[in-house]
Antibody
Framework: DVQLVQSGGGLVKPGGSLRLSCAGSGFTFSRYDMIWVRQAPGKGLEWVSFIRSSGSDILYADSVKGRFTISRDNAKNSLYLQMNSLRAEDTAVYYC???????????WGQGTLVTVSS | EIVLTQSPGSLSLSPGERATLSCRASQSVTSKFLAWYQQKPGQAPRLLIYSASSRATGIPDRFSGSGSGTDFTLTISRLEPEDFAVYYCQQYGTSHMFTFGQGTKLEIK
């Protein structure tokens, strides 16, 4: 079965850093593009970042550009999101998701809560 | 950037009824790149429909998608108790810049 298992997250002070991880299993991780999506408490879904299967292409939402870094280690079947200079408005549940055929996201991680507060 | 507007914001219906959810884009969207997701409280989104009208694996046939251009619809033919959730449309844009609608909450009447 395809699984995306997330780790990381937690409480961090404004200006701090955090690293999220997403481990894939049950599929050939290196063949799939991946994305991060977040959801602020009680709000809708917001796309955060995209990375090509090879890591060659990377995109960010304007709201996180210059502060967040997406990366992957295909040898470890893992996706990462390094979050620096965190702000209160970054407080959200963060999801990793698999890209399917460049048209949708068919599998999602369970989500991990990031809370930015002093 | 394409903006997706979903309507209504919330919908109260009874099990067995038909639900019609709308997603309107601020400019034309290629049907191939329009998807629908279901999200229940405390859970990750679940893919229902991709390419405007194709059901994802394991999705019951009471769920159907239609539309083109700027107007897309998700229809649930006969509501089951487990269908009450929040539904989001997604546009898989050029250069992988994705946007989501704000969601429609489907509630039990």
């Amino acid at each position: 079965d395809v699984q995306l298992v997330q780790s990381g997250g937690g409480l961090v002070k404004p200006g701090g850093s955090l690293r999220l991880s997403c481990a894939g299993s049950g599929f050939t991780f290196s063949r799939y593009d991946m994305i991060w999506v977040r959801q602020a408490p009680g709000k809708g879904l917001e796309w955060v970042s995209f990375i090509r299967s090879s890591g060659s292409d990377i995109l960010y939402a304007d709201s996180v550009k210059g502060r967040f870094t997406i990366s992957r280690d295909n040898a470890k079947n893992s996706l990462y999101l390094q979050m620096n200079s965190l702000r209160a408005e970054d407080t959200a549940v963060y999801y990793c998701a698999r890209d399917l055929w460049d048209v949708c996201n068919d599998y999602w991680g369970q989500g991990t809560l990031v809370t930015v507060s002093s | 950037e394409i903006v997706l507007t979903q309507s209504p914001g919330s919908l109260s219906l009874s099990p067995g009824e038909r639900a019609t959810l709308s997603c309107r884009a601020s400019q034309s969207v290629t049907s191939k790149f329009l998807a629908w997701y279901q999200q229940k409280p405390g859970q990750a989104p679940r893919l229902l429909i991709y390419s405007a009208s194709s059901r994802a694996t394991g999705i019951p046939d009471r769920f159907s998608g239609s539309g083109s251009g700027t107007d897309f619809t998700l229809t649930i033919s006969r509501l089951e108790p487990e269908d009450f959730a929040v539904y989001y449309c997604q546009q898989y844009g050029t250069s992988h810049m994705f946007t989501f609608g704000q969601g429609t909450k489907l509630e039990i009447k």
